[in-house]
């Protein structure tokens, strides 16, 4: 699914025009049809003023269904037999609480702690 052609089919199922889209999020109505026409791919930001103004949740810019799609469980909650760190337990929950943390980091704090893992792992960066 190519993002511009759903930008699309949302709007002129809400009868609306590229001039409206325009008004409700600031966007130059050129650039709108850029998207639409699939000559530039927008940011996330930009797909949430989308969202905005077509009245919809983020998810139905990518998914077509009534409700929104289930997310896979990425961490097992139960025993594994995977010997892996952070598949089960209580580093299953320490890897969780990681995760969210990080989420809320900014992205040269998250490349700083990076950083610092491979050195304490004392592994080569890509």
């Not at 050195?119 to 960066?125: H, L, S, Y």
Request: hydrophobic fraction near 35%.
């Amino acid at each position: 699914m190519i993002i511009g052609d759903r930008l699309r089919a949302l709007r002129e199922e809400k009868k609306l025009s590229q001039g409206e889209i325009e008004k409700r999020t600031g966007l130059l109505r050129c650039y709108i049809s850029r998207v639409e026409n699939g000559h530039t791919v927008p940011a996330v930001e930009t797909l949430e003023k989308f969202a905005r103004a077509l009245e919809v949740p983020v998810y139905q810019l990518f998914y077509d269904g009534e409700e929104p799609p289930k997310v896979p469980s990425l961490l097992s909650r139960g025993k594994s037999s995977s010997n892996e760190w952070g598949s089960s337990g209580k580093n299953a929950r320490v890897l969780a609480k990681f995760c969210r943390l990080l989420g809320r980091a900014n992205e040269s704090d998250r490349r700083l702690l990076f950083f610092m893992a491979q050195k304490m792992a004392r592994v080569k960066p890509n």
